[in-house]
């Protein structure tokens, strides 16, 4: 834009969206002078004007040019798109032709392919059927004249070739070739039994041992089902006479003969050793099923016995040492077959294995008849304790012939918790399930009498002669002070060792919690009877003090004479007692001991009156 009367117009404005042409105008003559440019300007704009015109035809011209160039080149995509597409078309289709080419090429060899493996397969099966058949025809002849080494053989062979066959059983001849070979399994088997009954009938072991450890190999070739056959028969035929003598004969069979019963079968085994071990494999482990069918007629046996024995007619119990002395026996048998058959540790009546041994094999494989009538062994433990209780109360805490000291516990206490372990060993072997819960009633029973029959006795005030009343010996009181501690400690280790024993189903049957406390209450209780014994010592200075005329005093003096005394009775006392008490305890004493006297003299402080000042100043003791 030209500039006008020394004004310039930048084009800019007139590319503006709000453009008013009227503030153009009043910029351009914004004063009257102006006026005579009027014409120029006119020109000026003219020439703007056709510029633009001619600023917009070029840009026109050019961008219709575009356009058709751009259209030319689309058209030319196009045509080249469909010339693509013509010759991807044609790969395709010369593709399928190579393909069918080439299977037309390959489908005699696929032919020829298939043919070649039926055919391997025919001769497979054919060359099978043949070994089938003349391996059946042998085996046949081999088992008419026992030749069991070779029949085993043989027969292993033919089932292995025969579940070849399994699905071609719909072929008669195969079904029938099948059914034959069943045939031949079934008559070896029935003819091995025989040939093992006739043996041991005719008592020919020693002679053909050595044709029945073959005939061993034709069962083990014919499977578990078998094997399981003959040497079940095997168990029963050898414990056949066993049966028949203990079972037949009352008194052969009773808990008093047990030990004929082990062992009538330790020569049973000593004899399979000898005799007849050689015959059967070692895998088959003859001896073992020997042992476990020997331990459940047993078992069966006494099951028997014993409830009969709780029956009797005429009203007699069973005899637990009786019962007691064959289930020792009963456990030591069956400790030494675990020695024999898998090498376990033997385990004593009176002792508990270790937790982390391996379950024993024979572990209660007869015992666990007792199982259910060892209540009666619980209630004798019961009787035993009954009678123990009693001449515990009637001994003296100490021993005669035994010296004083101050960590002396009473005998009977170390005597009874030693019977509880013993006990408690035999328990736990015999029935760690609920008898042992019995037993721990039991125990806890006797503790309680214990504590209260007693400990508590000998430090209760008897009388004594012409008095109406015995205080208890300071060593006495010691004894149970001791012993109460030494029990209520140990109480509750045998609470804490009957659980490890015990089945996990009864651990929280098992409390002794309340027989700990009893004892601890019998340690409180032995404390104030020491404490009572200073009360006692120092009644004359309280009975001094009550009888002084406090009301008639005139003047304060120096310490009252009650006072030195009472002093110089509770240092002598402590001084007896102290020594003898371990910290704890006299720790309690003293406390005790404090609060008595304090109570003590208020009491009699109480007694004393009327005091007057002089004898209220007096009273105090310094």
């Known amino acids: 834009m030209p500039q006008l009367n020394g004004t310039s117009q930048r084009t800019s404005s007139l590319e503006s969206s709000d453009y008013n042409p009227i503030d153009h105008l009043n910029a351009i003559f914004s004063h009257p002078s102006t006026l005579s440019s009027v014409s120029r300007t006119s020109r000026a704009l003219r020439r703007y004007q056709d510029d633009l015109d001619k600023e917009i035809t070029e840009l026109v011209w050019q961008q219709s040019s575009s356009d058709t160039e751009s259209v030319k080149r689309i058209q030319t995509a196009k045509s080249d798109l ?64 026992r030749q069991y080494k070779e029949c085993a053989q043989l027969l292993q062979a033919v089932i292995q070739l025969m579940a070849h066959f399994k699905s071609y059983r719909s072929i008669d001849q195969i079904a029938t070739l099948s059914r034959n070979v069943s045939d031949v399994q079934r008559e070896l088997l029935e003819q091995v039994c025989e040939d093992f009954e006739v043996t041991f009938a005719k008592a020919e072991v020693v002679q053909r041992r050595g044709m029945l450890a073959e005939a061993c190999l034709v069962m083990d070739a014919l ?12 168990c029963n035929t050898q414990l056949r006479d066993y049966r028949q003598i203990f ?12 030990s004929r019963r082990y062992s009538w079968f330790r020569r049973m085994l000593k004899m399979y050793d000898d005799e007849h071990a050689v015959m059967f494999p070692a895998n088959w482990r003859v001896n073992e099923m020997l042992a476990n069918a020997f331990c459940e007629s047993t078992r069966e046996d006494f099951r028997g016995i014993l409830s009969r024995s709780i029956r009797r007619a005429d009203g007699q119990s069973l005899d637990v040492d009786l019962l007691l002395s064959c289930l020792q026996e009963t456990l030591d048998f069956e400790h030494s077959l675990e020695r024999r058959f898998s090498n376990a540790s033997r385990a004593s009546i009176d002792t508990l294995g270790s937790d982390s041994e391996k379950p024993p094999v024979f572990s209660q494989a007869i015992s666990e008849a007792f199982e259910p009538y060892l209540s009666v062994w619980v209630e004798a433990q019961d009787k035993k304790l009954s009678g123990m209780i009693p001449t515990y109360r009637q001994q003296p805490p100490k021993p005669l012939d035994e010296e004083f000291s101050p960590q002396m516990v009473i005998p009977s206490s170390i005597e009874l918790f030693s019977f509880y372990r013993l006990t408690l060993a035999q328990c736990a072997k015999l029935s760690p399930g609920a008898r042992l819960v019995e037993l721990a009633k039991v125990f806890a029973k006797y503790l309680d009498q214990y504590a209260q029959q007693v400990l508590l006795y000998y430090i209760s005030e008897r009388p004594s002669g012409q008095t109406p009343s015995k205080t208890p010996q300071l060593e006495d009181s010691v004894l149970v002070l001791n012993t109460a501690d030494y029990c209520f400690n140990t109480c509750t280790q045998l609470e804490e060792k009957i659980r490890n024993r015990i089945e996990e189903t009864f651990k929280s049957s098992i409390d002794l919690q309340s027989q700990a ?57 402590g001084a007896e007692i102290l020594p003898l008490l371990h910290k704890q305890y006299a720790r309690a004493f003293c406390d005790n001991l404090v609060d008595t006297a304090a109570n003590a003299f208020i009491i009699n402080i109480f007694q004393c009156k009327p005091i007057s000042e002089i004898g209220a100043e007096q009273v105090i003791p310094y």
């Open 82 to 145: 469909a010339e693509l597409f013509q010759k991807v078309e044609g790969v395709r289709e010369r593709a399928i032709e190579t393909e069918e080419t080439i299977t037309e090429m390959t489908a005699d060899i696929k032919r020829l392919d298939n043919t070649k493996r039926n055919l391997t397969l025919s001769m497979t099966a054919l060359k099978r059927l043949q070994m089938l058949t003349t391996a059946y025809e042998q085996l046949r002849g081999l088992s008419s004249t």
């Open 223 to 234: 499977g578990d089902n078998a094997r399981s056959r003959l040497v079940t028969w095997y």
């Open 247 to 258: 079972r037949g004969n009352e008194e052969a069979g009773s808990l008093d003969n047990i």
């Open 517 to 573: 406390d009893a004892f601890m209450g019998i340690a409180s209780a032995t404390v104030r009877a020491l404490v009572r014994r200073v009360e006692v010592d120092i009644e004359p200075s309280w009975r001094e003090m009550r009888n002084t005329g406090w009301s008639k005093l005139e003047s304060v003096g120096d310490q009252s004479p009650w006072v030195g005394e009472l002093l110089r009775r509770i240092k002598s006392n």
